[in-house]
């Protein structure tokens, strides 16, 4: 089977690598100019003449980022099956499409408002009481296209300093920590769900993973299972969705925003889980069996970025797996990532904190049960 990858990133390179030992050759079609991927056959997207080359090549299709053109996936989509399908990157390409999807399935989100001016941000900061946080409805990712609001007197900077002509308002939640839930939907409408991760962010990027939560409910992770089973079964998906949330105090569950694809908050299931994200996803689009999800044992993903730091010294560190993309340092760029597996979380986190100490400008790692 001859799969076909939109998008060339390190997404794209760690599904080739899950892909080679079930005789998965890869084609990634790059729309953006600069593919990282490194392996495979790697096309980059131009014109059409590229693109039939690309789908002549290509049993189906699959993508690792979802800021493509809707009309490229649906053209694509009349000639080779594509998981998943283009409804999903449709709706997940905008913030304001994917919340009236999580209203219609109930599934609750921070208190929000659609503003198209200055005046119409102010407006809503003092409905929803600030702090709140703007955020552009289209393009945005990693933190960027975003701002905080302390006073709905900031609005006209804060207007200025995203200059989209479209925002989603909402109200700054008060979390306890941030966590992600990652499922995998076959073709035949099986679920399977992973245990769920605590995720620290700093300045919108992703820096730590856990999972999993020595302190997490049954029922948390269920409710988890239960909101993400309702986006898979309505957008009739196949393949790895995940779903960034907010926990509260009360262990209550907050949608924050949700991705078409293998994402770095399961990153952790290269070592941690029994199948990965990235293989599971590969058995779902091409209707194998789906992998079991269990963690094997507490593990911590640790991001790499902007600098390499020492890299045999990572490696020293027992039951250390580093996962390098073979990209050149720059700052804020995710150049690769550490999977931590350890017995217990205590020994994880002094694991976690000399791993921290290895890597430049890395931030204090803090989690929420320590
Ligand atoms: P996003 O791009 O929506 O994932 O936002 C990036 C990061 O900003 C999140 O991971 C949170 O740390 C923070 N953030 C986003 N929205 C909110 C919110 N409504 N309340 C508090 N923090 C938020």
Redesign the pocket.
């Known amino acids: 089977m001859n799969i076909g990858v939109l998008g060339a990133g390190q997404l794209g390179r760690m599904l080739a690598l899950a892909g080679y030992p079930l005789a998965n050759r890869f084609t990634f079609l790059d729309t953006t100019g600069h593919p990282s991927a490194g392996i495979g056959d790697v096309m980059v997207y131009t014109d059409q003449h590229h693109l039939a080359d690309f789908l002549a090549k290509v049993d189906l299709v699959t993508y690792e980022f979802e800021h493509l053109p809707v009309a490229l996936v649906q053209a694509i989509e009349e000639v080779r099956p594509v998981y998943p399908s283009s409804e999903a990157i449709r709706v997940c390409q905008n ?1 304001a499409e994917e919340k009236a999807l999580f209203d219609r399935l109930g599934i609750p989100t ?1 208190a929000y408002r659609l503003v198209e001016s200055a005046e119409e941000l102010e407006a809503a900061a003092r409905e929803l009481g600030a702090p ?2 703007a ?1 552009s409805v289209t393009e ?5 296209g ?1 701002a ?1 609001l302390r006073d709905p007197a900031d609005a006209a900077d804060a207007w200025r300093a995203i200059g989209h002509p479209r925002l989603i308002v ?6 306890v920590r ?1 966590v992600s839930i990652i499922a995998v939907r076959g073709r035949d409408g099986e679920v399977v769900f992973y245990p769920m991760a605590e ?1 620290q ?1 700093v300045d ?1 990027i ?1 820096r730590y993973s856990l999972a999993p939560m020595p302190d997490l409910d049954d029922s948390v992770q269920q409710t988890a299972d239960d909101y993400i089973r309702a986006l898979l079964d309505e957008l009739d998906y196949v393949g790895v969705l995940t779903l ?1 949330l ?1 926990q509260g105090a009360d262990g209550s569950l ?1 949608a ?2 949700m991705a078409p694809r293998v994402h770095n908050s399961g990153h952790w299931t290269m070592d941690g889980a029994v199948t990965s994200q990235f293989e599971n996803h590969l058995r779902a689009i091409q209707g194998l069996p789906l992998g079991d999800t269990a963690a094997r044992m507490p593990t911590c993903m640790v991001n790499v970025i902007g600098q390499e730091g020492d890299p045999a010294a990572i490696l020293a560190i027992a039951d250390a797996h580093l996962h390098r993309y073979d990209k050149s340092e720059r700052t804020g760029r995710k150049l690769g990532h550490v999977n931590l597996v350890a017995n217990s979380h205590g020994e994880l986190l002094s694991k976690v904190r000399t791993c921290a100490a290895l890597l430049p400008e890395s931030p204090e790692p803090r989690f929420s049960f320590e």
């Open positions: 913030r921070p709140v946080v955020k945005g990712y990693d933190g960027k975003q905080v909402e109200a700054f939640v008060d979390f941030e995720n962010h919108g992703l960034e907010f907050l924050n925003e």
